[in-house]
C-alpha cells in the first residue's frame, strides 16, 4: 500500500497555515514523524499517512477546519481514539485527519430523563465511570471501551460483549449533532427518541464516518441491573461450548453475554499476565453472564447448569464474587493482550454467522488456518453468531502477510455462504470495502451510494471506505478520484 | 391526470402483470387520492417490472398492505394507480433454532405472530393496529405500549428486501442478530411510508416468549404521584409496558381525579412476582379490565371518525406536563411513560360539519404544548373535511437532507408522493 506524501509547509501554506490559524499551532501537526501515527488504526495491514492532522477543540473549529479542507478540495477523515479495526480512519489520498480527541466533555447528564449528551471523544467507559454512582451505565462495552471512543462507536455502531442482550450503538444513540462535508451544522434525532422524518439518526450510526463529522452525542443510559452472575463453562470440545450457546438462545433464556475462549487463546492467556486459571488442556470455555433480579438468578443458573450438562460441560465455574467475576473476563478481555505472545502483528478478523451453524464454521475456519499454515486462535461473541479468528503474524513477512489477507477472504466466502455476513462489528473499512460484493448486489450497493451521495456528494468525506470504487462510480465522479491530486 | 395517461398505464402494468392490474370502477378514493386503477404484484420480479413500468410512465402511486393505516400520512399527490403488497405474503423461512424468521411484506401481523408461537417465539411488533401487513407495520413504524420491553419497531428488522422506483432490488442487512456490513439501510425505509421503495420483504428478530406475564391494574390518584409510579413501574426490570389513562371512578379529570395504571411485567415468574408485588404494595389492585395490555393498545388505535387523534413524544419528566397541557372537556388520553407518548383523542365538538372552530383550538393547544415542552408531534388521524393545509409530522427539521434523499431514491415522485414529513 502506498504511503502518501505528507504536506510539506513549502508546498501548502495557505491550508496548513489555515488549519493552524483555526486550532492552534499546538493541535495542528505536519511532521513526518506525527503523521506517522496516524497513517492507520487497530488496523495495521497498510499504512496511508494524511497530508495533516488538526485537533479541534470544539465544533466550530471542526465548522472551520471543514470548510477549509472543502476550500482547498482536500478531503479529511474523522477519528477518535483510532482503535477501531477496519482502516475507517484511514487517511486514503492524503486526506487531513481531523481528530476529536480533545472534545472529551460531559455536557449534560439528565439521569431522571435517563440520557447523557457527549462529544465525540468522550471515552467510553469514562461515560459509564461518571453515572455509576447514579445507578446508570451506558450499555454498548466494546472490548477497547477503556480507550475508544462514542464518536468513533457512533461511526462503526460499535458492539460488544453485552451486545446479546443490550444491543449496539445504534440502540443506544438518540440524537446527534453532525457537521456536513458542506461544512453546515445539523442536529438528528431528538432526545425525546422520535423525530419526524426518516431516521437519519439511524442512518448516519454505522457510517465510518463516511456521511459527516459527529460532534455532539446523545445517548440513552441504562440502569445497572441488581444482580450479575457469571459463570464459566469447560469444554473438552468448543463444539460442545457452541452447542450449549445454541441451547440457551433455544431456550429463551437472554443472557447478558455468551462468550467462547478456545484452546488456543486459553494457552496464550495462560502463559501471560492475564492467566486466569484456565484449564490448558481444555478445548474451549464459555462465559455466560446473566444480569437482572436477584430472585430470578438462582433459576437461571439452575436451567444454565442443566443445559451444559447435556453438552457434556467438563466442569461449571460459577463467580463467588466481584473478584472471581473478574477473573474470568479476564480471559476474554485479556485475550488480545496475550496473543502478542504469540507473533509481532495480530488480525482480528470479524464476520457474523446464524448462531446454530456456529460448531461447522468454526470447524471449517479452523481448517483454512490450518491449510493456510496460519497460527489461528478464536475468541467471540457466540451469543451474537459473531466471530473473531485471530490470526497472528509477522507483516515484514510479505508472504506470509499475502496468506493472512487470502485465508481471511476465504473465511469470508464461508460465512457469507451459510448466511452471515462480512462484520458484526468491526466495520467494513477500507479493509473489507472491495469484498463488498461477496454479499451484495452492484443494485444494492448503488442504493448505499444513493445514501452517501445525499449526505457527501462529491465524496470529500472519508473517501474510499465501505461502498467499492467502481470505474463507472470514478469516472462519474472525478472530484473522489482527484483529490489526491489536487495540489495544495 | 388524463384518461389517456391511466390506460396507457394500465396497459404497461397488465403486459407486467396481466390481470393483476385492472380498472377500479368506480374509482377508489384513498388518502386523498383518487385511485383509478390498481396493481397488485405477485412477487419481486413482478414488483420490480411494475415499479419499472411506473417509473417510465411517471405514474405516481398510493403503496398499500393492508390497506389499515390510509388514513396515516399526509394525503398522496396525485396518484391514481394503487400499488398493492397484498399478494407478497407469506413466510420464506422461519429459523426457530435462531429465533428469526423471513416473511413477505403483505403478510398478515396476526398469521405471522401464530406461526412463531408454535416455536416458542414471539414477535415483537405489536403495534395498535393488529390487522396490518408485515410491510405496513415497518413502513408506519408505530408501536403500540409494549414498546418498552419489545423495543421500537426499527429493532426488530434485521434485513431488508426492497424495490426501488426504478425497478431495482436492493437487499439490505441478512438474517443474523448483529452486523455492520455497510450502512444500515433498513432504518432508512422502516418508518418512510413507502416514499424510499417497496418493502418486498423482511428478516425479522424474534424474542423468546415470556415464562411468565403478570397484569397488574390500579386506579392512582393524581395527587399521589400517579406518573412517577407509572414511571417508576416501567422501569422495574421485567416491565414490558406501561399505559396510564383517566380513571374509571370519577368522570372528571382534573387535579383529584385518579387515573387507571395499566402494567404489564413479563420474564421468568420470580422477576415478573416481584415486580407485581413491588407494584401492590400498599396499593389495592382494582378488577383488571377484559384484555388487559392488549386492551390499551386497541385503545390508541381505535380510529376516530370526524376527530383528532394526535401522538405527543417527550422526554419521560415531561408526560406529566404534556397531560396537563392537553386535558379538558372531549379530550381521551393515553401515557406510556418510558418511551414516554402521549397518544390524545380529541371529540368533535360540533355537529355541523363545516365548523372546525374546535379543531383550530385543539391544533393550537398542540402546538403551544410542542414548543414549551421541547414536544414532537405526529397527528396520527384528521378530520377528512378539515380545513387548511396541514402537515401531520409537525417541524420536521432537515427537509434538505429529506429531499437530498429522496431525490436519489425517487427521483420522478412517484412512490407515495406527498404523504411523509415535509410533504416529502
Redesign the interface.
Known sequence: MSESQPLSASTTPSLLDRLAAIVGEDNCLSRPEELYTYGCDGLTLGSHAPSAVVLPADRDQVVAVVAACRKFERSFVPRGAGTGLSGGAVPMDGAVVIGLSRMVKIVEIDAENRIAVVQPGVVNAHLSEAIAHMGLFYAPDPSSQQACTIGGNVAENSGGPHTLKYGTTTNHVLSVEMVLPDASVVRLGSAAGFAPGYDLVGAVVGSEGTLGIVTEVTVRLVEIPEAVETMLAIFDDVSDACRLVGGIIRSGMVPAALEVVDRRTIRAVEASVYAAGLPTDAGAVLIIELDGAACEMQGLTDRIRELAAREGVRELRVARDAEERALFWRARKGAFGAMGRLAPDLYVHDAVVPRASLPEVLEEICAIGDRYHLTLSNVFHAGDGNLHPNISFDRRNSEELARVVAAGREMLELCVRVGGVLTGEHGVGMEKRDYMGLLFTPEDLEAMRKLRDAFNPDGICNPGKVIPMTRACTEANPRARGYDEVPL | MGVSKNSSCLEALRAVVGDGAFALEPARVVAGGRLVTEVAPKNAEELSACLRALTAEGEAVLVEGAGTQMNYGNPVEGAATLLSCRHLSGVVEF??????IQAGAGTPLRELAKVVATE?WLLPLDPPDRGGSLGGTLATAVSGPRERGL??V??AVLGLD?V?ASG?????G????????????A??Y???LGT??VIEKAWLRL?????SCRVVELEVPRTEGAFELALAAA?R??ARGVGLRAGDANSLEGPGGSLRLVAEFA?????T???AGWLLRGRTACAPAEGGMDAVRDLQGRPLPGGLRARV?????RLAEAWQCLEGPGVELLAYP????LHARFVPRSDGAEDFVWLDEVLGRLDAMRHSL???V?IDELPEAAPGDHDV???????G??R??K???DPSRILNPGR???R?
Not at chain 2, 168 to 172: E, G, M, S, T, V
Not at chain 2, 207 to 211: E, G, I, L, N, R
Not at chain 2, 313 to 317: A, G, K, T
Not at chain 2, 338 to 341: D, T
Open positions: 429459523d426457530s433454532a435462531d429465533g428469526v416458542g423495543g421500537p426499527r429493532d426492497t426501488l431495482d432490488r436492493a437487499r439490505c441478512a438474517r443474523v442478530v448483529k452486523n455492520v456490513t455497510g450502512y444500515d439501510m432504518k432508512l422502516v418508518g418512510s424510499l421503495g424474542k423468546p416468549v415470556p415464562a422501569r426490570g421485567s420474564g421468568e415468574a420470580p422477576a412476582e416481584a415486580d413524544h417527550v422526554l419521560p419528566l418510558e418511551p414516554a407518548v421541547g414536544a414532537e405526529v409530522f409537525w417541524g420536521a427539521a432537515n427537509l437532507l429529506m437530498a434523499l431525490d436519489r431514491f411523509f414529513a415535509g416529502i
